[in-house]
């Protein structure tokens, strides 16, 4: 984990706990000072003290992976595959939400679903978050993430993004979906291309990508092997 304190011009090494891997980073912020949210295992560490000290505390265990963690004002809000935590301090100390098998809420089918996808915003004044499930169902949360609310919008496939701003919402599911009135209402803003193609390919290292990505014939690319290649994009 590396962290910065002046407008990104320069990186340092965060003294952390030997984890193989760190999955989500966020920061909370307090007042002028900033503090990391990471999660590493099925630990949820909050940094102690101000980013760059070193020092982080494990402030939430699970036992299943993490799937997003956001953060605004003094809310924070962390799903895993089935749960969904929520924090009003900073995320120093964390409520139980509701999970899909000890809840009343019907999170979208007869089977266990996943929580995929989470968005949290304050442009209002007030916090809104949205949750987005691989049933195809999102829900939505005044409450800073105690209790959730299913809104009217269903999907056929999962919700693997989701995004808001106020009132306007985004998803990401077989096309991506718009409402600008906080989920109530839903237009279709961007179709999803009729075909799509898997494929590998082997060239000359940075070329291949280059020359894939400024094809005439291709609509969009999801991924390419080469920074350049990609950058092509731009």
Do not use: C
Not at 85 to 114: F, L, R
Not at 138 to 146: C, K
Request: no cysteine; proline share 3%; aromatic share 12%.
């Amino acid at each position: 984990l590396y962290s910065d304190g002046d407008d990104g011009s320069g990186f340092q090494l965060e003294i952390f706990p030997p984890f193989t891997f760190i999955n989500i980073v966020d920061i909370t912020a307090e007042g002028n000072n900033f503090y990391a949210l990471v999660t590493a295992e099925n630990n949820l560490w909050r940094s102690s003290g101000y980013i760059g000290d070193g020092d982080y505390q494990s402030v939430l265990n699970v036992t299943n992976h993490w799937m997003s963690i956001k953060s605004v004002a003094n809310v924070a809000i962390a799903i895993n595959s089935t749960h969904v935590y929520h924090s009003t301090t900073y995320g120093k100390g964390w409520a139980y939400g509701n999970d899909w098998a000890n809840s009343t809420i019907d999170w979208g089918g007869d089977e266990p679903v996943e929580l995929l996808s989470l968005a949290l915003d304050n442009e209002s004044g007030d916090v809104f978050a949205y949750i987005g499930t691989s049933a195809g169902t999102v829900f939505g949360s005044q409450d800073n993430g105690a209790t959730w609310t299913k809104l009217s919008f269903v999907s056929d496939s999962p919700i693997n993004a989701i995004a808001s701003s106020a009132d306007t919402v985004m998803v990401a599911s077989d096309a991506v979906y718009l409402s600008e009135d906080g989920g109530i209402t839903w237009s279709v803003a961007v179709t999803s291309p009729e075909t799509v193609y898997y494929a590998l390919l082997l060239g000359e290292g940075r070329i291949i990508g280059q020359q894939v990505a400024k094809h005439p014939a291709l609509r969009a690319i999801g991924f390419t092997g080469s920074r350049v290649g990609g950058r092509a994009l731009m």
